[in-house]
């Protein structure tokens, strides 16, 4: 396939923002496996879509890094079917020579990962300078000048330091791995609850911040929500609430893509009218936790073998019903 970039166009970072944006869904589908990584954060600045990935690598999508080489998506996306094939095009040798010079050739071009329900190709910073300089000065008639432009902006570590930027992300305040779960699932459910009502799992927010500062964390295995939004759904049928505070309904909420639980998303739980909120907090600190349901969720953990038996006395010294600092 022959390589005809827009040459017209001498679009570079100090002007980007003219060129329009493409349909994320152009983006060409080439062969490659899927890796146990997934989206930290993500954004399209100008039009070049970017992000980082969960192990804090850079990366851009298939569609920013055409477009900041100045060439069709198509052929990025024959670079990365065309990345292990046995017969090497001139093309393909050049760009990993040139990632050579700075780190390893990594097996794939790309790095396949799901957001949501969308795929995205994550294209890494090495290998997005390595495409970038083979269009700035080796694709021959195919020499994009943009591409030129962008690499004398972006050599070095400056794609990088310009991704992070770009996106808010700090390198230097990455979240702790023991609270990595929690923050989560908290950027996942942060905005799924319809103006006007409220959910069990931010409600109960404060029972896991507490158990976590007490050194026990949120995993797969430990999603109290779950427990507190099962039995109080029973207290809300059995006390026939509804007719007092209005209709609960059905909210979209997913799980992290590495909880077991993700497997089902998205999840349809229940949410229920603010004005209910006094009634659930009550509740929760009179009954889910005075009432000794909570230290039947932890005690049935432990039996199912699922947590360690000292995590049952620490979590109910933790978040005990006489502490008067807990908010009504």
């Known amino acids: 396939m022959p390589e005809t970039g827009p040459k017209g166009n001498r679009s570079n970072l100090s002007n980007i923002k003219q060129m329009p944006a493409k349909n994320p869904r152009e983006e060409i589908t080439p062969g490659q496996g899927t890796f146990a990584l997934t989206v930290t954060k993500r954004s399209e600045i100008h039009g070049v879509e970017m992000g980082v990935l969960s192990d804090g690598t850079p990366f851009l999508t298939q569609r920013g890094l055409a477009r ?22 001139p093309r393909i040798t050049t760009i990993k020579r040139m990632i050579e010079k700075r780190s390893v050739v990594p097996p794939t071009a790309h790095i396949e990962c799901k957001e949501g329900g ?19 000065f080796e694709a021959g008639s195919n020499v994009q ?6 690499f004398r902006l972006l050599a070095g570590k400056a794609l990088q330091d310009f991704i992070y930027t770009q996106i808010g992300y700090d390198p230097n305040n990455t979240v702790p791995l ?13 905005d799924a609850v319809p103006t006007g009502y409220f ?7 404060d029972l896991i911040v507490t158990l976590g500062q007490s050194g026990l964390h949120i995993d797969h295995t430990f999603v109290p929500d779950g427990s507190v939004g099962s039995i109080w759904s029973t207290h809300w049928q059995e006390r026939d609430l509804e007719p007092r505070f209005g209709a609960r309904r059905t909210y979209e909420h997913n799980y992290p893509s590495y909880f077991p639980q993700a497997l089902s998303n998205p ?14 907090r009550r509740w929760f600190r009179e009954d889910y936790i ?3 349901k909570f230290k039947n969720y932890i005690d049935g953990k432990v039996k199912r073998q699922e947590l ?10 933790a978040y005990t019903p006489d502490d008067k600092s807990r908010p009504n």
């Open 68 to 89: 900041l080489c100045g060439v069709e998506n198509a052929h990025i996306g024959t670079i990365s079917s065309s990345w292990n094939d046995e017969a090497q095009k």
């Open 118 to 136: 969308r795929t995205i190709y994550a294209y890494t910073d090495v290998v997005c300078l390595a495409v970038l300089e083979y269009y700035a």
């Open 145 to 150: 000048d943009q591409a030129r432009d962008n």
């Open 178 to 190: 023991e609270w990595k779960q929690f923050h989560d699932r908290v950027s996942l459910a942060y």
């Open 199 to 205: 959910s069990v799992f931010k409600e109960i927010a």
């Open 267 to 280: 999840q349809s739980p229940w949410c229920y009218p603010e004005a209910a909120l006094p009634e659930f």
């Open 290 to 292: 005075g009432k000794g």
């Open 308 to 317: 360690p038996a000292s995590f049952a006395q620490l979590a109910i010294a």
